[in-house]
């Protein structure tokens, strides 16, 4: 993977593709939050080795007030890119209605600098709403103040507001993406023509659903061909059939769990949760994750898979194991 460059004024204009580093199908891995300094180290093992193994990117998500998540994935970036020379550092949803826009877009740029270009910015919106009453924030407003919030940020990285704001390494700025689930979500995205970011438990038909919808929401003069196209899913590449067995017993657990707190979700969350594990995630041996990317890679198009490990129940060596065999035997079969 070549190292992203700055493009000078009258180069030509990238397409998503090449500002998101896509010459061919690629594989990146997701990452949850950390609890302890223990669970911190083992994540940066686990960026260290995925990016010398050739993975395309990894991806943080922005979440409060819970044990072990993630408050800051620009931060934990910037950790990942002291240790790494070439792996993407992504963010499934930086949460724009609870961010001042010129500070954030600072500090975007400022990561983006320092790591010479290698940031892909996924932006979401949130729905839960103790967290918009923690940060001032009326949950009616979050669909508007989304759209004021990337407005100035996008027109302080062109040099407009007050000039403040010192541009990205990558022009006019990082590639971006929307994280959506329902047809609001899906519709923000496709207004602005950029990629939508599904979440790991869509079902597979779900996500051809949304990938329609959002397609059927472009701006007449955008080819939807020329749109990135990324999918998130749960990704276990398994040591044998009964440790394939186990780990779907344990996402079936989770999912128990994730029921339980379906009545106070978006509906469309409701919706997702309520389908059968193994429609979204995908646990096996290698050939068997081999084939079932390579048929949702067909179907769907898709030009980059994220890879969200399973988390309940699994120690950090059983990812990272994971990890490795999934680089091994999937990434150079699909590549």
């Not at 000039?163 to 929307?178: C, D, E, F, M, T």
């Not at 276990?236 to 059939?241: E, G």
Request: contains cysteine.
């Amino acid at each position: 993977m070549s190292e992203p460059q700055p493009c000078a004024a009258g180069d030509r204009a990238p397409t998503q593709r090449d500002a998101w580093g896509l010459e061919r199908f690629a594989l990146g891995i997701a990452l949850g939050g950390a609890r302890t300094p223990a669970d911190w180290q083992a994540q940066l093992r686990i960026v260290e080795r995925a990016d010398a193994l050739g993975f395309h990117s990894v991806w943080l998500p922005e979440m409060h007030f819970a044990p072990g998540v993630t408050a800051s994935p620009l931060l934990a970036h910037a950790a990942f890119a002291a240790r790494t020379t070439r792996i993407r550092l992504a963010t499934t949803s930086v949460l724009l209605p609870i961010h001042e826009p010129l500070a954030l877009a600072d500090e975007v740029a400022a990561l983006d600098r320092a790591s010479r270009g290698r940031v892909v910015l996924g932006l979401g919106r949130g729905f839960r709403e103790p967290l918009f009453r923690a940060f001032g924030v009326d949950p009616k407003s979050k669909r508007a103040r989304f759209d004021a919030c990337l407005d100035a940020m996008l027109d302080a990285w062109a040099g407009g507001a007050d000039g403040s704001v010192r541009a990205p390494w990558q022009h006019p700025h990082p590639p971006l993406a929307v994280a959506a689930f329902g047809p609001l979500g899906l519709a923000q995205a496709a207004r602005r023509a950029l990629p939508y970011l599904p979440s790991p438990i869509e079902s597979t038909r779900q996500l051809e659903a949304n990938l329609a919808a959002h397609r059927a929401g472009l701006p007449p003069d955008v080819d939807p061909a020329t749109l990135v196209r990324p999918a998130m899913r749960t990704v276990h590449v398994a040591a044998s059939d009964a440790d394939a067995d186990r780990v779907l017993d344990l996402l079936r657990r989770e999912v128990r769990g994730l029921r339980g707190a379906g009545a106070r979700a978006p509906r469309a969350i409701a919706r997702a949760v309520d389908e059968d594990v193994e429609e979204r995630a995908i646990v096996g041996t290698a050939q068997r994750v081999v084939d079932a990317l390579g048929a949702l890679r067909e179907r769907l198009a898709i030009d980059l898979v994220v890879a969200a490990a399973p988390f309940s129940g699994l120690a950090p060596s059983e990812r990272e194991d994971a990890l490795e065999r999934l680089a091994a035997s999937v990434l150079p079969a699909l590549a």
